[in-house]
């Protein structure tokens, strides 16, 4: 069974579009993430969810925004998709906080 | 907020054990230090968390001295499946709000295990 996914693996798309990834965890984690992993490996925090609730929003553009239906799930809806916004970005929980973390396979974001 | 800075790369013989610095000069009196290794096209994964001295599980040791500004990852007897990047992340391990998380990944060190 697949502790963390992620859907769609790979997105190609074009700029200007709306796109969303969905991530699912069934370890019944508190708190979920999700980072972007840029061309050179560079891993950012992006978001942080405890229990539904924002706990961390980094400087990101405000295109992003996501979204947890319920503890278990946190989509990832980005708006007005850029170049730069291609990048590998995973989904990751927690038990709670900063404990070990459990990360998804990622998806593969190409915007064109 | 505490900054991590590591080796950008590594070779090691398989066999040999493999030593990884991070540095942590910031680190705060709540913080942990843990670290994850990362396959291509695969999602870190966790291998060892420690606050100070030397925490040891199946498949590694983590040693932190007492100003705890830096920690090192001890991998035993690598294998050429031990090819990944390995990340430093410095943070609390329980916050008390919002903003109270600190999540900062190093920039990572490929480790190169040769035959």
């Known amino acids: 069974d697949t502790a963390v996914s992620q859907t769609p693996k790979y997105l190609v798309t074009q700029m200007g579009n709306d796109k969303s990834i969905k991530c699912e965890q069934n370890?019944?984690?508190?708190?979920m993430y999700w980072y972007k992993q840029d061309s050179k490996k560079f891993l950012k925090i992006m978001f942080s969810?405890?229990?539904?609730?924002?706990?961390i929003n980094e400087t990101v553009p405000n295109r992003f925004s996501p979204k947890s239906p319920d503890k278990a799930h946190l989509n990832l809806h980005i708006n007005s998709l850029e170049l730069g916004d291609s990048a590998v970005y995973f989904c990751?929980?927690?038990?709670?906080?900063?404990?070990?973390?459990?990360f998804g396979p990622g998806t593969r974001l190409t915007v064109t | 907020l505490a900054k991590t800075t590591q080796p950008i790369s590594m070779d090691s013989y398989e066999g040999q054990e493999v030593n990884i610095t991070c540095s942590h000069n910031?680190?705060?009196?709540?913080?942990?230090i843990t670290w994850y290794q990362q396959f291509p096209s695969q999602g870190p994964r966790f291998i060892i968390q420690?606050?100070?001295t030397k925490v040891t599980n199946e498949v590694a040791s983590l040693f932190i001295p007492a100003d705890r500004k830096s920690s090192t990852l001890s991998l035993p007897r690598v294998s050429l499946s031990d090819t990944a990047v390995y990340y430093c992340?410095?943070?609390?391990?329980?916050?008390?709000?919002?903003?109270?998380?600190?999540?900062?990944f190093g920039k990572g060190t490929k480790l190169s295990v040769i035959p």
């Open positions: 990751a929980s927690s038990l709670q906080g900063f404990d070990e973390q459990y």
């Open positions: 370890l019944g984690h508190d708190t």
């Open positions: 969810y405890n229990n539904k609730e924002l706990i």
């Open positions: 910031n680190i705060a009196t709540n913080d942990y």
């Open positions: 420690g606050y100070k």
């Open positions: 992340l410095v943070g609390p391990r329980r916050g008390s709000g919002a903003g109270s998380y600190q999540l900062t």
